[in-house]
């Protein structure tokens, strides 16, 4: 488990793969989670008290979707999470 922040306008990660699942849970701001999928790259917005859940080994990246910061948890579970 651990907290992140995003600030407005900063630049995501790239598109990268996990080895574990996880579960991102946003407190404050807004996130778009985009994945791959067999249609493509997908994405998805929530704001707070909103969640996404990253399957293991699913290529994806978390970004700031709003006009302020963005703090979130983050918990991983399995895999090579330690």
């Known amino acids: 488990l651990h907290q992140s922040m995003q600030m ?3 630049e995501p ?3 990268h793969v996990i080895q574990h699942t996880e579960f991102i849970l946003v ?5 778009e989670f985009q994945h791959e999928s067999a249609n493509g790259i ?3 917005h929530v704001g707070p008290g909103g969640v996404f ?11 700031n ?3 302020i910061a963005a703090s979130y948890f983050v918990v991983a579970i ?5």
């Open 42 to 44: 997908v994405s998805e």
């Open 78 to 82: 399995g895999g090579d999470a330690r």
């Open 8 to 10: 407005a306008e900063s």
């Open 13 to 15: 990660n790239p598109l």
């Open 53 to 63: 859940y990253v399957a293991y080994g699913t290529k994806h990246t978390v970004k």
């Open 27 to 31: 407190r404050e701001g807004e996130l």
């Open 65 to 67: 979707a709003g006009g």
